[in-house]
């Protein structure tokens, strides 16, 4: 029916008591739950002492004296922890709290209805702030199609490709039909004034597809029977 802080008060006191002060004790403990369950806030000295005294107990005048101590820190103990809050409970506009919370007589039964509440209303609140924040940082992702580009694919070329293109680019073919690499890499036609019949570079390309290392703008193809060093 208490909590815990009541209860090591209550064992605090009782434990350099004798046993008519523990057993008056455990009478002054039960009259205060009667209390707790009526839902009644009232722990003053004088209402507690009255009950008491009924009961076999002191009067309030005597637990105020210095000998009944021990029966003040136990009503003290149950006005701080029961007493207070009930009454703050009990004053608190209806407005902050569903009527038929107002309306439940057992404290206990009352005081958890209205941390459960309190709790949903906690909750309610975080979800929407985290609802908030993830909107304000949400990642944009882009949904429109995306169109990928071609890729292209490169094969190397097998013996009898290179054998055949080092013969038809070697300088004796070249010559056959009229045509010469110049100092830019292209291959000119010889016979119309050196006309380029391939951009700047082309040479370079050719000796590269025949496994032949750079050679600048000169041919390293020089004969149709020249083999391809890899070859």
Known sequence: MYNEKIEDVINSVKAD???????KIDVLVGICESQIERGSSDFSVTMIGKLFKKQGGVAAQAIRNKTGAKYKAVISAFEKYHGMQLAALNNAPNSNLPDWVVKITDSNARWLVKDLIEENARLTRTLQAHKIRDKEHAQLVDMRPKFNAPTLV??????????????FFSEDNLEQLGLAPDERGCLVDSSEGKRAI???????????????????????????????KNG
């Open 17 to 23: 008591a004798s046993s008519t002060i523990s057993q």
């Open 154 to 167: 490169t094969k190397a070329l097998d013996d009898f490709e290179v054998k055949l293109l080092s013969e």
């Open 198 to 228: 391939t951009p700047p570079g082309f040479i370079d390309i050719i000796n590269k597809l025949c496994g032949y290392d750079s050679q600048g703008n000169s041919l390293a193809l020089k004969t149709s029977v020249k083999r391809n």
